[in-house]
């Protein structure tokens, strides 16, 4: 009877872990409607493989930066360089698309994203926000 108890705690965790993958890397499909995936879809459809990944590597870089200089005032030049830069990858992104896009900020604020898929973007957003208040473009 005890190894059969044990085998049992020691398989509900892995079923337990696999549920909460799938929950991680659904999440999307979980969040976003079908027509917004759809939408996703056609934003997709107007980069090439090498232009997404780019686009992706701006972002990993952006956000990199940012964490190196949480510091800053969000008034100083640098603080809004890196604010014109954000706002400048959303636009790239989402021009044509800005209430899919406020989803997507939804999807951060109800912290639906799993963490794993977006370690830093909590603080490098709350930095940003803060750089906006100080600045001239367009909020996000």
Known sequence: MKNYYNRKNSILPLKESAVLEKK??????????????AEFEKIGQKFSPEQMKDYQRRWTELIGEIRE????????PEAQELARRWQGLLEEGYQGHEVLLERVGQAYRQQVVPRE???Y??????????ALRFSDL???
């Open 24 to 37: 991680r890397t659904n999440w999307p499909e979980t969040f976003f409607s079908p027509d917004e995936l």
């Open 69 to 76: 200089n949480l510091h800053l005032s969000p008034e100083s």
């Open 117 to 119: 898929y977006s370690p």
């Open 121 to 130: 973007v909590s603080e490098a957003w709350n930095f940003i926000k803060k």
């Open 138 to 140: 367009k909020k996000c």
